[in-house]
């Protein structure tokens, strides 16, 4: 059997110091407020240790969020001017942190990780809105379209065709 665990990016984040070597390799990245909670990222990492002696786990690490409130006037006004969407910091610098110290942590503890950040390689610009479509329904969840879209990037991008599709 195999269990598939997906992790969501912000819960592990708090007023902690960073680790600098973590920091570097994280593209540049800084950040100023909000730091990574590693004793919940340590905790999560325990419980898969946990199921994986009895299972083969895949560890599914968490997705750059864009953090665009979609009420009726933000919609509006992106639909009619994408030019709207600027690069925007969407966060997207602690995703990659986490992201980073999951992928060292599961490579250490002999963990198969995927890296969504990788597999789906999100752009805002070009992948918040499709055809007139939003792939997100909120701050950071997907609509139903981003659902089949970074789906199926996410297949598609990652170790997860061979497993699925072997």
């Known amino acids: 059997m195999i269990i598939i665990f997906n992790i969501g990016g ?12 973590l920091l570097t390799s994280a593209e540049n990245c800084t950040i100023v ?20 002696k009895y299972n083969n786990v895949i560890f599914i690490g968490p997705h750059i969020e864009p953090g665009i409130k979609l009420n009726r006037i933000n919609a509006h006004r992106i639909l009619n001017n ?29 963990i198969l990780y995927i890296s969504k950040v990788v597999a789906l390689n999100f752009n805002l610009e070009k992948d918040f809105i499709i055809d007139n479509e939003f792939n997100f329904k909120d701050e950071d969840h997907w609509s ?10 996410l297949i598609n991008n990652s170790i997860l065709n061979k497993i699925l599709f072997k």
């Open 10 to 21: 912000y819960q592990p984040t708090q007023d902690l110091p960073i680790d600098s070597k």
């Open 33 to 52: 407020s909000e730091q990574i909670d590693y004793y919940e990222l340590n905790l999560t990492l325990d419980y898969i240790k946990k199921l994986n």
């Open 144 to 153: 139903r379209q981003g659902e089949i879209f970074f789906g199926s990037r």
């Open 82 to 110: 994408k030019n709207i969407l600027e690069k925007k910091y969407v966060k997207d610098c602690k995703i990659k942190l986490i992201d980073n110290y999951l992928q060292y942590l599961s490579k250490e503890n002999k």
